[in-house]
Nanobody
Framework: QVQLAESGGGSVQAGGSLRLSCALS????????MAWFRQAPGEGREGVAF???????TYADVGKGRFTISRDSAKNTLYLEMNSLKPEDTSVYYC??????????????????WGQGTQVTVSS
């Protein structure tokens, strides 16, 4: 089992920045893929950024150019650096992890472990 706990959300004005963190605990050695998803009110959950245990990142279109995903294995922590934030980035952000060695990284159903989410609110 792997436990995930997000932090770092908050309120920011458009154009600002935030860094989200996700602390991993438990069987962290079993994790192959990690990701950040987000869910706006009344919307489905969408993938934002993804990272393999090797450190190789991939971004959904919503994250390209503005968001950076990274992982500190020594600290068992996943990060999402978000810059040039827009009001449409307002969502609950979740970190997710998968122990499978091959997955469709953008599919929510591929991830086994989820955090509780952290709210990000961007005002215009």
């Amino acid at each position: 089992q792997v436990q995930l706990a997000e932090s770092g959300g908050g309120s920011v004005q458009a154009g600002g920045s935030l860094r989200l963190s996700c602390a991993l605990s438990g069987a962290t050695y079993s994790v192959y893929f990690m990701a950040w998803f987000r869910q706006a009110p009344g919307e489905g959950r969408e993938g934002v950024a993804f990272i393999h245990r090797s450190g190789l990142p991939t971004y959904a279109d919503v994250g390209k150019g503005r968001f950076t995903i990274s992982r500190d294995s020594a600290k068992n922590t996943l990060y999402l650096e978000m810059n040039s934030l827009k009001p449409e980035d307002t969502s609950v952000y979740y970190c997710a992890a998968s122990p499978r060695t091959a997955i469709s990284i953008m599919k929510e159903s591929e991830y086994t472990y989820w955090g509780q989410g952290t709210q990000v609110t961007v005002s215009s």
